[in-house]
T-cell receptor
Framework: AQKITQTQPGMFVQEKEAVTLDCTYD???????LFWYKQPSSGEMIFLIY??????QNATEGRYSLNFQKARKSANLVISASQLGDSAMYFC????????????????FGKGTKLSVKP | NAGVTQTPKFQVLKTGQSMTLQCAQD?????MSWYRQDPGMGLRLIHY???????DQGEVPNGYNVSRSTTEDFPLRLLSAAPSQTSVYFC???????????FGSGTRLTVV
């Protein structure tokens, strides 16, 4: 069974500093994708970054990077130079990528980390 | 390109009432899913569909019904609303076997 674990219910970071949000996962799929979503107080789910299990390099998107350690089954999100607008809930998620249309293709989520950026 | 459209955005129901949450996507995605979000629980999968005519249960299916008669639409039916179904509901869609999911803007449902 697939599982995502986020062990930090809440975190604080000073504005302009970097912060790492932890995510570990478990899956039996040989090919899978890892995602991070941001949910601000307005409620929408905003896609941030994606890492494929066979990607050789860690994904980066602007100030976001994904520290992917496959052997440890971890996919931590690093936000550099935090901004006040980064205050939000952050969800780690995973789906299987095998093209067989089964339940492994569903996106499953961790419980999230609430990030608060202090001025 | 509208993406994933959910209606309504807000709804208040009385216990025992039934209603349908609508979800439509215009991206020809095979996968469509319904999630509920409760404080401290993340997003939990209610039902999902891998194509027209094919649906299956997720983690928390009790009290909900779905059907998928077309690729575009995936309505979620609450058969007899209960206060435990007070939650925020998200519909999402994706291509099979690749990429991420696109989410609707959510429906905040309160059952009194």
């Amino acid at each position: 069974a697939q599982k995502i674990t986020q062990t930090q219910p809440g975190m604080f970071v000073q504005e302009k500093e970097a912060v790492t949000l932890d995510c570990t996962y478990d899956t039996s799929d040989p090919s899978y994708g890892l995602f991070w979503y941001k949910q601000p107080s307005s409620g929408e789910m905003i896609f941030l970054i994606y890492q494929g299990s066979y990607d050789q390099q860690n994904a980066t998107e602007g100030r976001y990077s994904l520290n992917f350690q496959k052997a440890r089954k971890s996919a931590n999100l690093v936000i550099s130079a935090s901004q006040l607008g980064d205050s939000a809930m952050y969800f780690c998620a995973m789906r299987g990528l095998m093209n067989y249309g089964g339940s492994q293709g569903n996106l499953i989520f961790g419980k999230g980390t609430k990030l608060s950026v202090k001025p | 390109n509208a993406g994933v459209t959910q209606t309504p955005k807000f709804q208040v129901l009385k216990t025992g009432q039934s209603m349908t949450l609508q979800c439509a996507q215009d991206m020809n995605h095979e996968y469509m899913s319904w999630y509920r979000q409760d404080p401290g629980m993340g997003l939990r999968l209610i039902h999902y569909s891998v194509g027209a005519g094919i649906t299956d249960q997720g983690e928390v299916p009790n009290g909900y019904n779905v059907s998928r008669s077309t690729t575009e639409d995936f309505p979620l039916r609450l058969l007899s609303a209960a206060p435990s179904q007070t939650s925020v509901y998200f519909c999402a869609s994706s291509h099979r076997g690749e990429g991420g999911y696109t989410f609707g803007s959510g429906t905040r449902l309160t059952v009194v």
